[in-house]
């Protein structure tokens, strides 16, 4: 697959070209235009596709790594995961999320919280669940 | 130019943070009393391509000319490629490229006879690299270099510069007098040299759109320091614009960490800070009951905040 098909930055946005990246992959992974199996294209092939720097894309794959949504083929690169014991890759579960999301948004509204006052309190909650 | 395939590039970070091919401490000079650098330190690791940022007259030429040995600090130490790069042995320069921000060039010689010059100093020199690059670039190889324009000049230099495929590339305003073309053949060329993974790039501009594709690193000088210096991407998640509204009024100044500038007026405030967590913004909406909506900046805006004075 041709990396600038995949792809595209903009190199002036405020968004550092590694999210601009990975956020593409996650986009691609979540509509299946990357099915689990797939192969990313190469460090190298993208960095001299899109005009960045190697290190740029290869830490782009890294959070992708590290987050699950693909993982790394030895001798072959990088490939999107495959569904895991529970079902379905990250960002599959995270859609499974999604009608929870909306409740709590819509309970937010009728309390007159902000989408950002929402977030604080789910990254508070977050951070006191992993202090205990 | 061929690229080596760079599959295992997912770790060459790690690998490339262990040394270091520039190791400038407590750099201090200053011309008939004028300080331009003042006990600056600057650490390059091998490997990484960075952009040396700074406003006309911040220091860059002189910081990189102490880098590379060529001027005298008043005080410090500089360790370039593991000697004292005052006094670099011959060994190492046959691993150094340099291209001055107004090369100098033998005007009475023809671009042929340069080049041939140039590469009978090395010891290793690509002769295909350097013909790609003068058919590529279009410098006409019969002119003498005296007839030579700006571009064309600049272009020859770089050539020169990349013969001998240094490990350490510094590249002072390398692109000042490029046409856009030319301009993106030369990033091409950086971006080529910086996929083989083991070769350190430094170059230093004021135009922050080429820094934004190119390096992986920048460097910020200022007031003759290296006031910022890391990946771009996390420079750019960390230097942030808060836009404030709270119900109340908000205090004439708002005490933020590693806030760059301010303005507040009434209930609302836009407040840059380079040190943004998601605590700061939880924080910033307990203690005002304000929205806060965060907004991205690029490297250009970034590089006008950094240079407002609070």
Redo the contacts between chains.
Sequence with gaps: MAADFLFQVF?????????QISDQVRRHVASSRLAPGDFLP???QV??EL?????????A??LL?RDGVVE?AR?Q?MRVAQRNGAGDNVVERQERLVPAVEQLLAEAYQLSL?P??VQ?LV??IIKEREAR | MSIPDATAATTASETAEAKSVLEMRGVSKSFSGRGVLDRLNFSVPAGTVVGLLGKNGAGKTTLLRCALGLARPDYGAVNLLGESAWNLSAAAKQHLGYVPQSPQLYPWMQVKHVIAYTASFYLHWNRTLVENLVERWEIPSARRTGTLSVGELQKLALVLALGHEPELLVLDEPVAALDPTARREFLKVVLEIAAGGNRTVIFSTHITSDLERVADRVAVLQRGRIEYFGELGDLKDQVKRLSITSPNALPERIALPGLLRQRVEGRQALVTTRALTPGLVEQIETEWQATVEVQDLNLEEIFLELHEDA
Excluded: D, F, W
Excluded at chain 1, 11 to 19: E, H, I, K, Q, V
């Design positions: 190199p002036n946005s405020g968004l550092p070209l590694y999210r190469s460090v190298r960095a001299l005009q960045v720097n190697p290190m740029t894309v290869s830490k794959y890294s790594e790394l001798g690169g902000t950002r006052q604080s990254a508070r």
